[in-house]
């Protein structure tokens, strides 16, 4: 069992900068692909970006690259987004998720891929 915790969600400005974290309890955080997702009211949860185990390997979703920076520190049992350039549209609840994988660098976009997911914290953008 995996439980993550979200942190630095906030209120913020078109433009601006906000970084989340995500701590995890598992006792082998590096067995576990991470990723992030996000869920605005009204719509469906979607990927917005996911790092391997080592943390050697990363995906995104298009409309976050270039924006967005996913990391890991596995001797802290953490993962971060760094979110810049925040517009509007980013606005919504941000999860962290855990995968058990088998493959050291394998990264999954899908929802339905991943075991274990933090409560989420809230993320706003005003234009």
């Known amino acids: 069992q995996v439980q993550l915790v979200e942190s630095g969600g906030g209120f913020v400005q078109a433009g601006g900068s906000l970084r989340l974290s995500c701590a995890a309890s598992?006792?082998?955080?590096?067995?576990?692909?991470m990723a992030w997702f996000h869920q605005a009211p009204g719509k469906e949860r979607e990927f917005v970006a996911g790092i391997s185990r080592t943390g050697l390997s990363t995906d995104y979703a298009d409309s976050v690259k270039g924006r967005f920076t996913i990391s890991r520190d596995n001797a802290k049992n953490m993962v971060y987004l760094q979110m810049n350039s925040l517009k509007p549209e980013d606005t919504a609840v941000y999860y962290c998720a855990a995968r058990g994988s088998i493959c050291i660098e394998h990264v999954a976009p899908a929802v339905t891929a991943y075991d274990f997911w933090g409560q989420g914290t809230q993320v706003t953008v005003s234009s």
């Open positions: 598992a006792r082998t955080f590096s067995a576990y692909a």
